[in-house]
């Protein structure tokens, strides 16, 4: 063996000595004086001179630096630079993600922007948290087929149709994210396991509501002026959803105006999209109520952190023995609204945040109906405090 290899002793390499010590063909080994020390390998390529750490001292022994060093003198023979080589390789091997569990973090990490507060609820991922990722989250990804996922999803694919259907959409942009990443999967499988599974029988049940005529009655008992309450009859007063209701900042209230931002709004691809909700002479009262329970801007906070959660509310008609569930007061708003107005189609649909019409009509339509919206909610907040009792006509510009 060369008497220019292999100068230094693994006795030595453990000895307290500092400074820079040559093992021979390029290899040095760097003591710090804080006892750290660190391999590095020195090589000349295309007329560059190159160095090239090979890892700490406490991490490489002796012999592995030697190994190493050799591996990557081989590759300068072949007329490569080893630094960029190393890198390439990383990147392929960051690349070849394999098991499905990785590729389905990777691709949910990637969506995040597309989806309401960058996924934070988690709504994206639980499907496939919940019933793939158990069974099938450590399956290489280009040897998922149809029969796995049909196989995982099938005890939930009619009892729990909607949670399947999601799942198995999202187990799709899984497989596009792994395609995409340059992995070989089969981008049919889950078409071929819809197939497999069948039609669902699951026939999806509308959110309970509670029948617009008994809407006054249960708005009086949530009198306790806490914040569960107080979101409950801001929830009832406005007819959004519970999503933009349990978020509302007091800088979104403006006047008798409140805005939602549009990426809170449900099946408003455009987060430009705000949308403006008239606030009646009682939802203003409600919300001045609110403010001095608000925290970190927030009207409606939960007592731990956060805000107020849609369970929250839920169980509190559950206690009461109702079948309704907050969602459903929606549909009580728009029951009468069908029942005791005149209101116009577009009007009635837009006082739910619901879009009208195809996108080349919405594009010529400048009106949101506000203020026509805002005479139907007061007229609404008379009937739910128990001061209703004419029909309301209206006209659609």
Excluded at 26 to 55: A, C, N, S, Y
Excluded at 203 to 221: G, I
Aim: some cysteine.
């Amino acid at each position: 063996m060369s008497r220019s290899l292999n100068r230094l002793s693994a006795a030595f390499v453990n000895s307290g000595a500092r400074g820079k010590f040559a093992d021979g063909g390029g290899l040095w080994l760097f003591k710090r004086p804080d006892g750290g020390g660190q391999w590095v390998l020195r090589v000349t390529i295309h007329g560059r001179r190159r160095e090239m750490g090979l890892g700490a001292l406490t991490d490489v022994s002796l012999k592995q630096a030697r190994q190493q060093a050799e591996h990557w003198r081989a590759v300068v023979r072949e007329g490569k630079d080893p630094i960029k080589e190393r890198d390439r390789q990383r990147r392929e091997a960051a690349r070849n993600i394999h098991v499905l569990e990785d590729i389905a973090l990777d691709a949910f990490e990637s969506r995040k922007a597309e989806l309401k507060g960058d996924g934070k609820a988690g709504r994206w991922f639980s499907p496939l948290e919940l019933h793939v990722l158990p069974k099938l989250g450590k399956v290489p990804v280009a040897e998922l087929d149809q029969r796995d996922i049909r196989d995982v999803l099938a005890p939930i694919w009619h009892t729990k149709a909607d949670t399947a259907r999601k799942a198995l959409n999202r187990l799709g942009i899984c497989l596009r994210h792994a395609a995409a990443l340059g992995l070989d999967v089969d981008l049919q499988a889950t078409d071929k396991a819809r197939a497999l599974l069948g039609k669902q029988r699951h026939r999806p049940e509308n959110v309970p509501a509670l029948p617009w005529q008994e809407v006054p009655a249960f708005y009086q008992n949530l009198s306790d002026g806490s914040v569960t309450h107080l979101a409950l009859r801001l929830l009832i007063l406005t007819g959004v959803r519970s999503g933009p209701l349990r978020h509302v900042r007091e800088d979104q209230i403006d006047g008798g105006v409140w805005t939602i931002p549009g990426e809170m709004m449900k099946g408003r691809r455009d987060a430009t999209a705000d949308f403006r909700v008239p606030l009646s002479a009682e939802a203003l009262s409600i919300i001045e109520q609110a403010r001095p329970l608000a925290r970190n801007g927030f009207l409606f906070p939960s007592i731990r952190k956060g805000v107020i959660s849609d369970a929250t509310m839920a169980r509190l008609m559950e206690r009461r023995q109702l079948e309704a569930r907050p969602h459903g007061f929606r549909s009580s708003l728009r029951d009468w609204i069908a029942e005791t107005t005149d209101t116009p189609h577009d009007i009635a649909e837009t006082c739910l945040g619901h879009l009208v019409g195809g996108s080349v009509e919405r594009a010529y339509r400048r009106t949101d109906y506000l203020e026509q919206r805002r005479a139907l909610m007061e007229r609404w907040a008379q009937h739910v405090t128990g001061r209703g009792g004419t029909i309301l006509r209206m006209v659609k510009p």
